[in-house]
């Protein structure tokens, strides 16, 4: 019994053993050809793809390779039978942060129902996707939206953006300005202690590289808008006590 549990222990090993040189021999073909130093090999969401981590001025980014490293798929995969974009819940997960690590108080605050459910967004009131997305926002209750004003497409509107934080109510001078129909400049200062240049030091360091750009109540992120329905699917699964 004992020489059979020694057995199996050495086997054990010289597994690890085994894996361990193909992750290195893995790294050493990939590394030159792909220009970049990879952070972890693991096996991926199909048999016999694995899933290889690097980083990017985008943040986390994840290529599939064969067990050779001989080729390689840059894309998403699709779960057809569950409707699951496995490789968007990756990438979701890998770049989460802490929500409670995001500094709320230069956010614009918007509550609707009883706020229970939470979210941030990084949002240009002159981004059409934004503005767009708006519109599903809308249709969401119960939620509390944390608005990071991140005017980053037309910077020459910057002052749009402080002229909102310096309106007596934020919340309505943001829907005003960027859920409109048309843009509704606020009357208002353009310099109050604006949180403004915080802002868009805090999404460069966070990789936000586009807008709107979400982070849910469990640190996951989503670059761009969704859906009415879709987002309420995902406040309901990462719901969290109101902050």
């Not at 894309?75 to 989460?96: F, M, Q, S, V």
């Not at 002159?126 to 249709?139: D, I, K, M, T, V």
């Not at 001078?173 to 509704?184: I, Q, R, S």
């Amino acid at each position: 019994m004992l020489n059979r549990l020694l057995l199996l222990i050495a086997a054990l090993a010289l597994s690890s053993a085994a894996l361990a040189a193909d992750d290195a021999e893995l790294r050493r073909t990939l590394e030159p050809k792909l220009g970049v130093q990879i952070d972890g090999i693991e096996p991926g969401p199909v048999p016999g793809l694995y899933e290889v981590r690097y980083r990017s001025p985008q943040g986390v980014q994840v290529i599939y390779v064969d067990a050779t490293g001989n080729y390689v798929i840059q894309g998403k995969i699709y779960d057809l039978r569950a409707e699951r974009d496995l490789t968007e819940e990756r990438l979701r997960k890998l770049n989460a942060i802490k929500f409670e690590s995001l500094p709320l108080e230069l956010a614009v605050k918007i509550q609707r129902g009883d706020g229970k459910r939470v979210l941030a967004m990084f949002s240009d009131p002159y981004c059409p996707a934004c503005r767009q997305f708006e519109r599903s926002l809308a249709q969401v209750d119960n939620v509390t939206i944390y608005v990071f004003m991140y005017p980053v497409i037309r910077p020459e509107n910057t002052d749009h953006s402080r002229m909102v934080w310096c309106s007596a109510d934020r919340a309505k001078a943001w829907l005003e300005l960027a859920a409109a129909p048309k843009p509704k400049v606020p009357n208002a200062a353009k310099s109050c202690g604006d949180p403004v240049d915080k802002v868009l030091k805090l999404g460069r360091s966070l990789a936000v590289n586009s807008t709107p750009t979400l982070i849910l109540a469990n640190g996951e992120r989503v670059s761009g808008g969704l859906a009415a329905d879709d987002l309420k699917d995902l406040l309901d699964q990462t719901s969290v006590a109101k902050r």
